[in-house]
């Protein structure tokens, strides 16, 4: 299967919203409420920050938040903070027991 | 608290094995609510999901399209940890290797992850 689509980078000013979009198919992002959102510093493992479309994980900022409408799944992130800099992964299940990633955003903050 | 800890040569041979381990503290390889993936992260190939292993009733294990005819994912119950093996590798095969945790409540979205380990193919 073929990765999900998310933009390249994305940028915003400290204490602003972005939202960071993840499309797919009806045969993944569509057909499931699984879609997860990874955060990943330079040189680290990526954090989950989303799972099943909206839900945070314990110790996980409320500044996350996630959404998602059809085939699209969106990443919101608001009074963005210095820290939030980094590299964004949505990933959905895709039947058959296999999962998909997307090809990563680059956040910098401003 | 769960913990992976990651092991295995950074160097491999193109046409050898690729042999990866991941020691699992705080959680059991044989729980019946978690299940113990590989995903691989490459420039070229972005976050590729290789393949995992869990036991509910009897073990199971699931691999991506991509690798199936030449990777094998093993418990080691004896040592709580799980591996991963990749036969006849080229320089695709390159990549930082993570091992991750799919746990309850995170069904079906990764956790936990182990350090990863840079993985050259080269002679």
């Known amino acids: 299967q073929s990765a999900l689509t998310q933009p390249a980078s994305v940028s915003g000013s400290p204490g602003q919203s972005i939202t960071i979009s993840c499309t797919g198919t009806s045969s993944d992002v569509g057909s499931y409420n699984v879609v997860s959102w990874y955060q990943q510093h330079p040189g680290k493992a990526p954090k989950l920050m989303i799972y099943e479309d909206s839900k945070r994980p314990s110790g996980v900022s409320n500044r996350f938040s996630g959404s998602k409408s059809g085939n699209t799944a969106s990443l919101t992130i608001s009074g963005l903070q210095a820290e939030d800099e980094a590299d964004y992964y949505c990933c959905s299940y895709a039947g058959s027991s296999t999962w998909v990633f997307g090809g990563g955003t680059k956040l910098t903050v401003l | 608290q769960v913990q992976l800890q990651q092991s295995g040569p950074g160097l491999v041979k193109p046409s050898q094995t690729l042999s990866l381990t991941c020691a699992i503290s705080?959680?059991?390889?044989?729980?019946?609510?978690?299940?113990w993936n590989w995903i691989r992260q490459s420039p070229s190939r972005g976050l590729e999901w290789l393949g995992r292993?869990?036991?509910?009733?009897?073990?199971?294990?699931d691999y991506a399209v991509s690798v199936k005819s030449r990777v094998i994912i093993n418990p080691d119950t004896s040592k709580n940890q799980f591996s991963l093996q990749l036969y006849s590798v080229t320089p695709e095969d390159t990549a930082v290797y993570y091992c991750?945790?799919?746990?309850?409540?995170?069904?079906?979205?990764?956790?936990?992850w182990g350090q990863g380990t840079m993985v050259t193919v080269s002679s």
């Open positions: 991750a945790r799919a746990g309850d409540p995170t069904t079906y979205a990764f956790d936990i």
């Open positions: 705080g959680d059991s390889v044989s729980s019946n609510s978690a299940a």
């Open positions: 292993t869990y036991q509910r009733s009897k073990w199971y294990n």
